[in-house]
């Protein structure tokens, strides 16, 4: 061949191969043309390519500079189902279809990674190869450049082959080695392998668990050196010692002591040999099983049936253990036996109605059968006759139970004889108590029916009472209002006349002079009366309450105190309402509010005050608030005229009145009125 140039394909861990390329490769002066795809179609590879490539026993695919197949050898045909006249100048992808065989994702182009770094990519495992029907093949591949002899990239060449067989082999083997160490590692007894030196070669989990060691603390340690040599036991180690020559193994073997960090315990040790497989030596299997538990439970269980034995013997009830397929006794306490007055002998090997349970064997076998049916029967007074002709009654409690395999059916009899006649005379004694009962109910309800006339009566009487109250209140303030008008109509004119008069007889005096000075001090001394006989109307009777109503009548009623006594008051009401309330209401809140300011001008000393006038739909209230001295509103309270005329003042109307005073400065005073629907009226 002509125009020949060497070509170097290298692969990762293989020696460099050298061949002849023929003028196909090369163009325009030794120089690839890449472009060229039409005319290089059109001459194919040289013989030496064949026979370099093709009888390769691994799949080959060569390419291009550009990725595109050049040439495919006939195992890459099988194994991919594409011919190469098919594939001739299609991308790689089209052909090499590869799959990550664990997250089934796209594969990177081999080709094109070769390519771009130039150098060559080793085999890789875990790829799954899509062949052009869809089937599967488990790939190892890898890819090298094609140099020309300047050393430039011309092509690339990939290998690579089926190891699906060979991947299923390990993976059994990898399986069947994880499934035995799955096995030995989950097993709950402590196991581990001996060599025949009898060191430890290795051990589960559970082991280094149970005895609190490490692997590197136990491993190709002596055996009979672990721990605090809890395991040199001359028997024990001349029975590992015959394992392995005479292929023998032990059951059972008991070891009792006290294991460092563990206490007292009860081991239980069986060996096996594991034979030699491959280039491993035979090894010894020994397991090691903490029987402790187990001991004291079969322990606990000897106890508990003594402790059985002993309860069945001295139990105060009579028990009877019977088989439920003969349905004949086995075994009868002594409680029982005293109480039939027979010996065990007479009742085992008997059925229950033979005894005197049951009146014959039909009813014994209704019984059995209903036990049989629910498990459980109970009789609460059955007669029995007992072996000296007595006549008693009994509890009869039968149920079934198992023990181990073996069901059993246990007779608990109770002699009641007594309690049945102390049930007789309870009931004797109920039927007495209830017709004395029945007799003190009358008794009571004529008591009652009495006290129910007495307490009608007295209501009646304290109906009449406050009433009675009511009225004097009505006839009082009547009384006050026409004093009061009188006061001011009559004794208020007269007044103004001798003030008008003595100013008359003053204007006609010399001044200055004795006399004028006298009449000067009558006429200021008229005035001084006429104000206090406007007070005393006032206090006795304010106009303003019938004329404009509770907070008019308060506001200036306030406002007077308030100039009296130097004292400052703070007044709220509820403002303009076109709604009176009833006069009773009115005269008692007026009243309540009058004696509070008098107490605190007599006894507070206080420098302000707060009266507060407050109305809700169901309720009127008003709060007299001082800043002055207090006192003990609990034991004073009680006995203050005041205070009890406050009282029964918001009593006759429903209302009730707080006081609230104490160590701390300051007194409050509550009135608390309902009000009816009814209450309310249109002002007079």
Request: net charge negative.
């Amino acid at each position: 061949m002509s125009g020949c140039s060497r070509v170097s394909i290298r692969f990762v861990g293989h020696e460099e191969i050298l061949v002849a390329a023929g003028s196909t490769l090369m163009r325009d002066g030794g120089k690839h043309d890449p472009m060229s795809l039409d005319q290089e179609l059109l001459h194919p590879p040289g013989e030496w390519i064949q026979a370099a490539l093709a009888g390769i026993g691994a799949a080959t695919i060569v390419t291009d500079a550009l990725g595109r197949v050049r040439f495919m050898n006939s195992v890459a045909e099988f194994m991919t189902g594409w011919s190469q006249g098919e594939t001739r100048g299609q991308p790689l992808a089209v052909v090499f279809r590869i799959e990550n065989e664990t997250t089934r994702l796209s594969v990177t182009d081999p080709v094109a990674d070769v390519l771009v770094a130039g150098t060559a990519i080793a085999l890789s495992d875990h790829t799954v190869l899509i062949a052009r029907n869809g089937t599967e093949l488990r790939i190892d591949h890898g890819a090298a450049p094609v140099r020309d002899a300047a050393g430039s990239v011309v092509g690339a060449v990939v290998i690579f082959c089926d190891v699906s067989e060979r991947q299923r082999l390990v993976q059994g083997v990898e399986d069947a080695r994880a499934f035995a160490e799955g096995i030995v590692q989950t097993v709950r007894e402590p196991l581990v392998v001996l060599d025949a030196g009898l060191r430890v070669r290795t051990a589960n989990r559970s082991f280094y668990r149970t005895f609190r060691v490490t692997p590197s603390e136990t491993e190709g340690e002596f055996f009979f050196e672990l721990g605090n040599r809890q395991w040199d036991i001359p028997r024990l180690r001349e029975l590992l010692e015959q394992i392995l020559p005479r292929d023998s193994h032990f059951d059972d073997f008991a070891v009792e002591y006290e294991f460092e960090g563990l206490g007292f315990r009860s081991m239980v040790l069986n060996a096996r040999c594991l034979p030699a497989a491959g280039r491993r030596p035979a090894l010894i299997l020994l397991a090691i099983e903490d029987a402790t538990e187990r001991r004291r439970a079969a322990e606990a269980l000897t106890l508990s049936e003594t402790r059985y034995r002993r309860l069945f013997e001295t139990a105060q009830d009579g028990i009877l253990l019977v088989a439920p397929d003969t349905r004949r006794i086995f075994d009868a306490n002594p409680f029982l036996t005293d109480l039939l007055g027979a010996s065990r002998t007479d009742l085992v090997g008997k059925e229950l109605w033979e005894i005197g349970l049951f009146r014959d064997i039909e009813s014994n076998k209704g019984a059995f059968r209903t036990l049989q049916e629910k498990g459980y029967i109970r009789y609460d007074d059955l007669p029995l006759r007992t072996h000296d002709d007595r006549s008693i009654e009994v509890e009869f409690v039968s149920n079934v139970y198992n023990v181990g395999d073996t069901r059993v059916i246990q007779c608990n009899i109770r002699d009641v004889t007594d309690r049945k006649l102390a049930e007789d005379a309870l009931r004797a004694a109920h039927a007495g108590l209830e017709l004395r009962v029945m007799e003190r109910t009358a008794e009571l309800a004529q008591s009652n029916a009495t006290l129910k006339e007495e307490i009608a009566r007295r209501e009646v009487a304290e109906s009449e009472q406050r009433a009675l109250q009511q009225q004097l209140t009505t006839v009082q303030e009547d009384e006050r209002r026409r004093i009061a008008r009188e006061l001011h109509d009559q004794m208020g004119q007269h007044l103004t006349a001798l003030g008008l008069g003595l100013k008359v007889v003053k204007d006609a005096t010399p001044d200055p002079s004795p006399e004028r000075d006298r009449l000067q001090r009558l006429q200021s001394m008229t005035d001084t009366i006429g104000r206090e006989v406007h007070h005393l109307a006032l206090e006795l009777r304010p106009t303003a309450l019938d004329d404009f109503g509770l907070q008019a009548a308060l506001a200036n009623y306030a406002e007077g105190w308030s100039e009296r006594s130097g004292i400052e008051v703070d007044f709220h009401g509820p403002g303009p309402d076109d709604e009176r309330l009833p006069p009773p209401v009115e005269t008692a809140l007026y009243r309540v509010i009058q004696e509070a300011l008098t107490n605190i001008l007599k006894h507070a000393a206080a420098r302000r005050v707060s009266v507060v006038l407050q109305r809700s739909p169901g309720q009127i209230s008003a709060v007299v608030e001082d800043d002055g001295r207090g006192f003990d509103a609990d034991s004073v309270a009680e006995h203050r005229l005041g205070i009890l005329g406050m009282r029964e003042r918001v009593a006759l109307v429903g209302g009730t009145l707080t006081v609230e005073s104490g160590s701390r400065p300051g007194t409050t005073v509550i009135a608390r009125i309902p009000l009816q629907a009814s209450d309310r009226r249109r002002p007079q």
